[in-house]
């Protein structure tokens, strides 16, 4: 006596291969973007995927840099805000001005190297609804705002 075959393996009753709703689409073509995912594609530069894949083998003394300490309290306690950073930075400056506190570019490149975490700036929605890539990347208005 013969098994029944599985349900829906044999019947033509799945979803279609290209969906039909716009949403759908968009999130198919997320999926097959992220399939197709490499380092090279991803908008990273050259230094950046060479420390990916070879990460340094030590990290930055902080103990002996207390301006490199503060100013990475400082991008810490602001949530990365640049605006907030570059204030807080020419307050304490303008206050002592033999402090040495570093640039906000040098405080990202010092989270980085502490990290390996590095940012990859995407325009996107005024309103947050949605960022400009994948699907969305020629896109100059938000699909989902009116």
Known sequence: ????????????????????????????????????????????????????????????DLARDPDYRYALRLYMENGHSEKAYRGNRFAAMERDPTLEVPTYEAIERLVADLTGVTPIKTDMCVNSCCAFTGPYESLENCPFCP
């Open 1 to 60: 006596e013969a098994e029944d075959p599985e349900y829906g393996r044999h019947e033509d009753n799945g979803a279609p291969a290209v969906a039909r709703l716009q949403e759908l689409r968009d999130q198919q073509k997320f999926i097959e973007l992220l399939k197709d995912a490499t380092l090279e594609k991803s908008k990273l530069d050259a230094e950046t995927i060479a420390r990916l894949r070879d990460p340094p083998r030590s990290l930055p």
